[in-house]
């Protein structure tokens, strides 16, 4: 019988050749690691991932060595445990200018909502994980973030069904400190009859944000792409 999942890494040259073999990054200890996300920082790697079984699974940070994939740092638990459990999933890591930015969201627990947290190159949280959606009700549900740094503040995506709540996902953004404090409310981006949901969000050459999502307005999921502006602060 196949053991638990693990989480692994193999370089390949920009050729597309491998370089040397697999390198198993995680010990899951009899549950299952999954969903991994990567980003390099200035002297690390940083790794958010979730680990877990169906009903419960939480998200965990660590660093590695940039050489040669070794642990830099502890493991760090990372997605808050309430009392009914957690399923914090959907974890995604960024380099934000001297930290690393890691957002999930909660699929059990109320809120179910988006978090986020930072953590150094060391392993050292800096800001513990932070509610990001809002409201979050015990009714509304807000999921599959994605997020793009910008130095001190990090612009956050997600969709969420805070104008109908028991009913579709539109998408939302919302701006953050580099400590998570909000500088804003939520934006609604997408108004559909149907869900918008699962964005990827990157910078165009003049500083504009576009963002790729699925959208389900036809009535089958459809992938749709919009943008939204820079704007000069006064």
Not at 1 to 21: K, T
Not at 31 to 43: I, K, T
Not at 83 to 100: C, F
């Amino acid at each position: 019988m196949a053991g638990p999942f693990q989480i692994r890494a193999q370089r390949v040259s920009v050729d597309g050749e491998l370089l040397g073999d697999n390198v198993t990054l995680t010990t899951p200890g009899g549950q299952e690691d999954e969903s991994p996300s990567l980003a390099s920082g200035p002297q690390s790697i940083g790794l958010a991932f979730t680990n877990g079984v169906a009903a419960n699974s939480v998200v965990r940070f660590k660093t590695l060595e940039q050489s040669t994939l070794e642990d830099r740092s502890d493991l760090v638990e990372l997605s808050p445990i309430g009392p009914d459990g957690v399923k914090a999933v959907y974890p995604r890591v960024v380099w934000n200018e001297d930290r690393y930015l890691i957002t999930w969201f909660e699929q059990k627990q109320s809120p179910r909502a988006v978090y986020a947290a930072t953590v150094d190159e060391d392993g050292n949280v800096l800001t513990p994980a932070t509610r990001i959606s809002d409201p979050s009700d015990g009714v509304t549900i807000a999921r599959t973030p994605t997020v793009l740094p910008l130095g001190d503040r990090a612009l956050f995506i997600y969709a969420h069904n805070r104008d109908d709540p028991q009913g579709r996902h539109e998408l939302y953004s919302r701006m953050m400190t580099a400590d998570l404090q909000p500088m804003g409310p939520e934006l609604r981006l997408t108004d559909a009859p149907q869900d918008s949901v699962s964005p990827i969000a990157t910078f165009g050459p003049e500083g504009n944000v576009a963002i790729l999502f699925r959208d389900d307005r036809l009535g089958a999921p459809h992938v749709w792409l919009t943008r939204l502006g820079c704007v000069a602060a006064p």
